[in-house]
């Protein structure tokens, strides 16, 4: 019964339900983005203390962090949000957390350059109807947290050569649509699907001329890198 509900509140009303916005026509937005909590400076700073101690934990370790901050999408495609306003008190989180992890000694990676050159160039660095980037941004971030580690001094210890290949476009809706509870519809009754390309990646040891396995991504091979992602599914 919910799940018709929540369809025909889409029929009829064009509601999305109480986890997705729609801003301009076929663009969604998760609705997190809009909420403050009524507790938010005690949740910052338990946050910051998280951090803090997350970090120093591994640093402990001989691990060095490095944080990437992730933007929220309004942020990057901010012209597609048509009616839906941010409240003013949210406007400057991201920076604040920014400066909040510079002050403890954390360092981190802004990820909005790179993400507003994408949607520059490509007019979109998101899909529409996902919470995540689109591949080009991905690259582009990618790119920024790897300038970072550089400028740190930081080098792998195995020479590994990473190459892909674009394929074919064909149409897609994202994780947003699931999120609405109107996936079940038939497609001509949906937002209109991004168009995702299909990518095929090869990596390679330059040294030793082995693959790079996802045992060894994981560190379960010998041949585990020196450098992990943690915590995201950007």
Same mark, same amino acid.
């Given at each position: 019964?919910?799940?018709?509900?929540?369809?025909?509140?889409?029929?009829?009303?064009?509601?999305? =339900?109480?986890?997705?916005?729609?801003?301009?026509?076929?663009?969604?937005?998760?609705?997190?983005?809009?909420?403050?909590?009524?507790?938010?400076?005690?949740?910052?700073?338990?946050?910051?203390?998280?951090?803090?101690?997350?970090?120093?934990?591994?640093?402990?370790?001989?691990?060095?962090?490095?944080?990437?901050?992730?933007?929220?999408?309004?942020?990057?495609?901010?012209?597609?949000?048509?009616?839906?306003?941010?409240?003013?008190?949210?406007?400057?989180?991201?920076?604040?957390?920014?400066?909040?992890?510079? &002050?403890?000694?954390?360092?981190?990676?802004?990820?909005?350059?790179?993400?507003?050159?994408?949607?520059?160039?490509?007019?979109?660095?998101?899909?529409?109807?996902?919470?995540?980037?689109?591949?080009?941004?991905?690259? @582009?971030?990618?790119?920024?947290?790897?300038?970072?580690?550089? &400028?740190? =001094?930081?080098?792998?210890?195995?020479?590994?050569?990473?190459?892909?290949?674009?394929?074919?476009? @064909?149409?897609?809706?994202?994780?947003?649509?699931?999120?609405? =509870?109107?996936?079940?519809?038939?497609?001509?009754?949906?937002?209109?699907?991004?168009?995702?390309?299909?990518?095929?990646?090869?990596?390679? @040891?330059?040294?030793?001329?082995?693959?790079?396995?996802?045992?060894?991504?994981?560190?379960?091979?010998?041949?585990?890198?020196?450098?992990?992602?943690?915590?995201?599914?950007?």
């Amino acid at each position: 019964f919910g799940q018709r509900l929540r369809e025909s509140g889409w029929l009829v009303l064009g509601d999305l =339900g109480p986890r997705v916005r729609q801003g301009c026509p076929g663009w969604l937005f998760l609705a997190d983005e809009w909420q403050f909590n009524p507790n938010a400076e005690e949740a910052w700073r338990e946050r910051i203390a998280l951090a803090q101690r997350v970090v120093a934990a591994w640093e402990r370790r001989g691990v060095r962090v490095v944080m990437a901050v992730v933007p929220d999408k309004t942020r990057i495609e901010d012209a597609q949000r048509c009616g839906l306003v941010r409240p003013d008190r949210l406007a400057l989180r991201y920076d604040r957390w920014l400066d909040a992890m510079r &002050a403890a000694g954390v360092s981190v990676v802004d990820l909005r350059p790179a993400l507003l050159g994408v949607q520059r160039e490509l007019s979109a660095a998101f899909d529409r109807t996902d919470t995540h980037w689109r591949w080009q941004g991905a690259r @582009a971030s990618a790119a920024a947290v790897a300038e970072t580690l550089k &400028a740190q =001094g930081f080098r792998p210890s195995h020479g590994w050569r990473m190459s892909y290949a674009v394929g074919a476009a @064909a149409p897609r809706w994202g994780d947003l649509v699931r999120l609405a =509870g109107i996936d079940a519809l038939p497609p001509r009754w949906l937002p209109p699907p991004d168009t995702v390309e299909s990518l095929r990646f090869d990596v390679t @040891a330059e040294s030793q001329g082995g693959v790079l396995t996802e045992d060894a991504l994981f560190g379960d091979a010998p041949a585990a890198p020196t450098i992990g992602l943690v915590g995201t599914s950007f």
